[in-house]
C-alpha cells in the first residue's frame, strides 16, 4: 500500500525546515499541489513531533520520516507515526529492523557496490544521493544497465527542469528538496508557489513516464 502510493506520486518532497511550523505549512503546502507522500527529515527541529501532527492532521498524506540514521530513531519515528523511513546511505541494523517491521524503508546508494548492497539487504526503493553530483540522470541511466530490476529514486539536483530527463533515465521515483520546498515561499507563507510547482512536477513525471 505505502510502497505503490509512494511510486503512484512519483515525487518524495523532502522537507528540511528550520522550525517545525514551517516544515507542517510545507506539508500542507505540497498536499494542496496534489502530492500525497512527505518525507520529514529528522534534521527539522521536534522531527518526530512534526511526523506525529501530520499522522494525525493530515491523514490524506503518506509521511515518511528521513535522514534515519540507526534503529532508535527509526523506532521513533513509527511510535510518532511515520510509514516509511529513509536513510542517506546504508545501515545494515536499520535495513533489518525495517523488514522486522514490515515497514517501507528507502536506502541510501551512490556506487554500484553500494545499489546492490541495499538491495540485497532488503531495501525496499534505492535512494540514488547525491546524485546531481555524479551526472544526474545520466548516472541513473548507466545503473539502470545493470540493475533493471532495482527501482532507483534519485535525490539532489532535482527540478522542475530535469525531473522529465530522471524519469525517462529510469527512475521510479524523485526525492525533491529545495527546489520544490522554497525557502523564500515558506518564509513568506506563501502556499501557492510550493503548491503550483507540486503540480507542475506531477505533470511532468506523468508526461514523462507516458513517453517509457
Do not use: H
Amino acid at each position: 500500500m505505502v510502497l505503490q502510493g509512494t511510486l503512484a506520486t512519483g515525487i518524495i518532497p523532502v522537507i528540511r525546515a528550520t522550525t517545525a511550523e514551517d516544515a507542517l505549512f510545507a506539508a500542507e503546502a505540497v498536499l494542496a499541489g496534489g502530492i500525497n507522500v512527505i518525507e520529514i527529515t529528522m534534521t527539522v527541529p521536534g522531527a518526530t513531533s512534526v511526523v506525529s501532527r501530520i499522522a494525525q492532521d493530515m491523514p490524506d498524506i503518506l509521511v515518511g520520516a528521513g535522514t534515519v540514521l540507526n534503529v532508535a530513531t527509526a523506532q521513533r519515528c513509527l511510535d510518532a507515526g511515520a510509514q516509511f523511513l529513509v536513510s542517506p546511505g546504508i545501515n545494515l541494523k536499520t535495513l533489518e529492523f525495517a523488514l522486522r517491521k514490515n515497514v517501507l524503508m528507502i536506502a541510501g546508494a551512490l556506487t554500484p557496490t553500494e545499489v546492490m548492497s541495499a538491495w540485497e539487504f532488503g531495501a525496499d526503493l534505492v535512494k540514488i544521493f547525491p546524485c546531481s553530483q555524479v551526472g544526474g540522470a545520466s548516472y541513473i541511466r548507466a545503473l539502470k544497465g545493470p540493475f533493471p530490476e532495482i527501482p532507483l529514486v534519485p535525490t539532489g539536483g532535482v527540478n522542475l527542469e530535469t525531473c522529465s530527463g530522471f524519469i525517462e533515465a529510469g527512475a521510479s521515483a524523485l526525492g525533491v528538496g529545495g527546489e520544490l520546498i522554497l525557502k523564500e515561499a515558506i518564509r513568506q507563507r506563501n502556499a501557492g508557489l510550493i503548491s503550483g510547482l507540486a503540480r507542475q512536477m506531477l505533470q511532468a513525471v506523468k508526461a514523462a513516464r507516458a513517453k517509457n
